[in-house]
C-alpha cells in the first residue's frame, strides 16, 4: 500500500543543513552557540542524518539562516507549495494596480 503522506529524509536534511551552514560561512560552534546547546553533538547527529532537530531547534535554525523551515527540510513531496515567481510577481501587479484605482477613485 502506498503511502499517502509526504516523508522527511534525514539525510538530505542533515546534507542541507550543512551546505546552508557552509554558504553562510557558519560552524558547528556557531548554530550550538544560537541554540544554547551545551556540546554540539546533536548538531553532528543532524548533519550525519541520525537525528532531525526538534521543532523547536528547527525554527530557530529558520530564524537563524532566514529561510522558512520548508527550506531546510528535505523529504519526498512531488510538489514545490510556494507560489511560484510569475504568480507572485503577477499578484504584486495585480495588487498595485488596485491601489492605483483606489487612489485616483
Known sequence: MK???????MK????????IMQMR???V????????LSTPQSIY???DGRNMPTI??????????????DA???GDREFDYRMPKDMMDRRVI????????????
Open 3 to 9: 503511502r499517502r503522506y509526504p516523508v522527511i529524509d
Open 12 to 19: 538530505r536534511t542533515g546534507q542541507n543543513i550543512k551546505e
Open 25 to 27: 560561512g557558519m560552524t
Open 29 to 36: 560552534k556557531n548554530v550550538q552557540e544560537f541554540l544554547e
Open 45 to 47: 547527529h543532524w548533519l
Open 56 to 69: 523547536d531547534n528547527l525554527y530557530a535554525l529558520s530564524e537563524l539562516f532566514r529561510l522558512p523551515v
Open 72 to 74: 531546510i527540510l528535505k
Open 94 to 105: 495585480l495588487y498595485c494596480e488596485k491601489f492605483r484605482q483606489l487612489r485616483a477613485g
